[in-house]
């Protein structure tokens, strides 16, 4: 079974960068879209931004669309989340998600379209 560790995430400033990684233990990384989520207490897990297996292809939520950009290194069997001109709202604990379904184009929103999750790492943004 196939494990994903997100790391990169603390304590930015309104303004600030931060860089989330998540890393596959396996080769078949590959094969499967990547999508970034987060969530806050009581609230539903969000889309935030999706990339096809290739990477050719990216899908962004509204509110992040131009400071967020999402990227893949098959070869390092790492996805990325570069996180720029942060808000106080884009606190919250991010996961990010493998797809089910191997070399599938589209990109989903819908977490339930993930069948392989990371524990999550903690963005909060705040002065």
Known sequence: QV??????????QPGASLRL????????FGTKGMGWFRQNPGKEREF???IDWGGSKTQYKEAVKG???ISRDNAKNTAYLQMNSLE??????????QSATPFFIEISPSASDYDVWGQG???????
Request: aromatic content about 8%; proline content about 2%.
């Open 67 to 69: 400071r967020f950009t």
């Open 3 to 12: 494990q994903l560790v997100e790391s990169g995430g603390g304590l930015a």
């Open 121 to 127: 790492t903690q963005v909060t943004v705040s002065s």
């Open 48 to 50: 935030v931004a999706g």
């Open 88 to 97: 106080p709202e884009d606190t919250a604990l991010y996961f990010c998600a």
């Open 21 to 28: 990684s998540c890393v596959a233990s396996e080769i078949s």
